[in-house]
């Protein structure tokens, strides 16, 4: 079993205490889990498995299916830019570069060193109309041109200073 602090251990005793009371499902605890750390830990998914005995495959299996879930920290900041067909031919291409040589990320990063801004990319926001098109910090972003990506990226990275 992986280890969990006393501190952590406090947090997801709460989570499994109402999950338990109120008769919950597996998501709604990674839901939970995720509100409380910001994404879901595996030292708490081994907890939550030997606990309820359930395979840790179970919890697993339910947050890599669904995108609203996360498995390694993400920064304060996100942006994500839509990849689908209209985005992608009204070029979403040059807006990934951009946010990536912006944000200095290499290969498959998608959170910069200082853990500020997580950067990623989802196959399709249903925005088509607006395309191309970029959330920033859940404010939608459309017709976003790399010029425009690069001053909203400038102004984050300028505001944490």
């Known amino acids: 079993m992986l280890e969990v602090s006393p501190e952590i251990e406090k947090k997801i ?20 889990a995720q509100e409380t750390f910001g994404y879901i830990p595996e030292n708490v998914v081994d907890w939550f498995s030997k606990k309820l005995d359930i395979p840790e495959s179970r919890f697993f299996g339910i947050a890599t299916f669904y995108a ?5 920290p993400r920064g304060k900041n996100i942006i994500t830019a839509c990849c689908g067909t209209a985005c992608h031919v009204k070029g979403s291409e040059k807006l990934i570069s951009t946010a990536s040589r912006e944000l200095n990320l290499k ?11 997580t950067f990623e990319k989802v196959a ?4 088509c109309s607006m395309a191309p098109v970029v959330i920033i910090n859940k404010k939608m972003h459309g017709k976003m041109t790399t010029e425009k990506l690069a001053r909203e990226i400038k ?3 300028k505001a944490k200073k």
């Open 13 to 32: 005793n709460d989570i499994l205490n109402k999950y338990i009371e109120g008769e919950g499902n597996v998501i709604s605890l990674l839901q939970d």
């Open 68 to 72: 609203q879930f996360h498995l390694k």
């Open 107 to 117: 290969g498959d990063e998608d959170t910069t060193e200082d853990g500020e801004i």
């Open 124 to 127: 399709c926001l249903g925005t």
């Open 155 to 157: 102004s984050i990275t």
